[in-house]
T-cell receptor, first 111, second 114 residues
Framework: DQQVKQNSPSLSVQEGRISILNCDYT??????FLWYKKYPAEGPTFLISISSIKDKNEDGRFTVFLNKSAKHLSLHIVPSQPGDSAVYFC??????????FGKGTRLSVIA | KAGVTQTPRYLIKTRGQQVTLSCSPISGHRSVSWYQQTPGQGLQFLFEYFSETQRNKGNFPGRFSGRQFSNSRSEMNVSTLELGDSALYLC?????????????FGSGTQLSVL
């Protein structure tokens, strides 16, 4: 059973517009959520995180929103840049379990 | 500060062989986790080691094993390789553990089983 779901395998956005990547989770024990970004031939790198006691965390062009009642989080990138083109993984932690990742969403930012 | 180092970067093996992958964590990090990445399944947790002890284990068969040394370096071993083991194997380190903070990943070892 997949505990962290990223239902969109890919997303294309024009440069300068907003990119919205979505993630759903099923485990109510999750209390900390992270987004990682991965370029080809490199390991994932940490992007931004949010604790379950918050509903929003912002870092520059990146904002993560958490809706606990819907068990849903989203990553907003604005404005999107060509260098943002990568695979984005949503991940969650809780209840002393290791980090659980979604399958990833491939973002393509078109110039 | 050096990042997480994984060796080798690429590996080609045949079915039935065994393979050992190596990971050197960031200096001072005591936790090392291993993940398997495949195109259809994303990142799947294999196991985590902390201070030479396996602390968590994912849902993989016993052919997948690992260990951690006193200097925090870690190895993972896959015996009796199958075609489906072809994947990118990622190692990640953290200070206290994979259950409460962000991980720092290496570039991975791309394993191809023919």
């Amino acid at each position: 059973d997949q505990q962290v779901k990223q239902n969109s395998p890919s997303l294309s956005v024009q440069e300068g517009r907003i990119s919205i990547l979505n993630c759903d989770y099923t485990n109510s024990m999750f209390d900390y959520f992270l987004w990682y970004k991965k370029y080809p031939a490199e390991g994932p790198t940490f992007l931004i995180s949010i604790s379950s006691i918050k509903d929003k965390n912002e870092d520059g062009r990146f904002t993560v929103f958490l809706n606990k009642s819907a068990k849903h989080l989203s990553l907003h990138i604005v404005p999107s840049q060509p260098g943002d083109s990568a695979v984005y993984f949503c991940a969650a932690i809780g209840g002393n379990t290791p980090l659980v990742f979604g399958k990833g969403t491939r973002l393509s930012v078109i110039a | 500060k050096a990042g997480v180092t994984q060796t080798p970067r690429y590996l080609i093996k045949t079915r039935g062989q065994q393979v050992t992958l190596s990971c050197s964590p960031i200096s001072g990090h005591r936790s090392v986790s291993w993940y398997q990445q495949t195109p259809g399944q994303g990142l799947q947790f294999l196991f985590e080691y902390f201070s030479e002890t396996q602390r968590n284990k994912g849902n993989f068969p016993g052919r997948f094993s690992g260990r951690q040394f006193s200097n925090s370096r870690s190895e993972m071993n896959v015996s009796t390789l199958e075609l489906g083991d072809s994947a990118l194997y990622l190692c990640a380190s953290s200070l206290r553990g994979a259950d409460g903070e962000k991980l720092f990943f290496g570039s991975g070892t791309q394993l191809s089983v023919l």
